[in-house]
């Protein structure tokens, strides 16, 4: 084989490589980019989780009114790798919430039992990506394998009355666990429920990386 079909044949491969795997960086000038950004972030300042239970052995804790009252999605973050012709994963990084909950928690055990009152203050960074999958027939998308990593969550406790160190320490442990159990469903289920109900301009953002 002669030399130019050999750089001939290396460059189709080259393009069909990138047809097949290829990395669409969206950045904020894109309407439809703003569009999603704009739609995730008053979709997660909309959530508010009436009851979280959370338990560890003789401390048991019930978080109630659980609100997302502040979200950083930074523009042109949202990146879409095509990893198939019909399948990308769509992959938001360094984004950051706020929150706030009442808190009720009984520590029992022996002679030591106490009721505990207060406020609590959430604060969570997270990456995420979630793999879609359009109809380009019916112009609609489904998506799947939704992964929140890394997650970092950070509470505050305020009491409303004094109490022992180690029950402190104990509960802001287990209120630590509790909280990011269950940012990571919901904010899964803010994503996914968004992309699939986001409607044509939603659709198009993903369609066109394809078409």
Do not use: W
């Not at 189709?12 to 000038?29: I, N, P, Y």
């Not at 609590?120 to 998506?143: C, H, M």
């Not at 409607?199 to 394809?210: H, R, T």
């Amino acid at each position: 084989m002669s030399s130019p079909n050999i750089q001939i044949l290396l460059t189709v491969l080259f393009m069909v490589s990138l047809g097949v795997h290829s990395d669409h960086s969206l950045t904020e000038r894109n309407p439809g980019t703003q569009l999603l950004n704009n739609l995730l972030t008053t979709n997660l300042l909309g959530v508010q989780v009436p009851k979280v239970d959370g338990k560890n052995g003789p401390l048991a804790l019930v978080l109630e009114n659980l609100k997302i009252t502040d979200v950083h999605l930074p523009g042109g973050v949202i990146r879409i790798k095509q990893r198939d012709p019909l399948v990308l994963t769509l992959n938001i990084d360094s984004a950051s919430l706020n929150g706030t909950s009442d808190l009720l928690a009984n520590y029992n055990v022996l002679l030591l039992q106490q009721t505990i009152n207060g406020l609590l203050d959430v604060s969570a960074e997270f990456g995420l990506s979630v793999d879609v999958i359009p109809d380009l027939e019916n112009k609609t998308l489904q998506t799947e394998n939704c992964i929140i990593q890394p997650l970092k969550v950070k509470v505050k406790v305020s009491v409303l009355e004094s109490i022992l160190q180690f029950l402190l320490d104990l509960l802001t442990a287990l209120l630590q666990t509790t909280v990011e159990s269950t940012l990571d469903d919901v904010i899964c289920e803010t994503v996914i429920s968004t992309i699939n109900n986001g409607g044509n301009p939603v659709f198009d953002l993903f369609g066109n990386v394809i078409g």
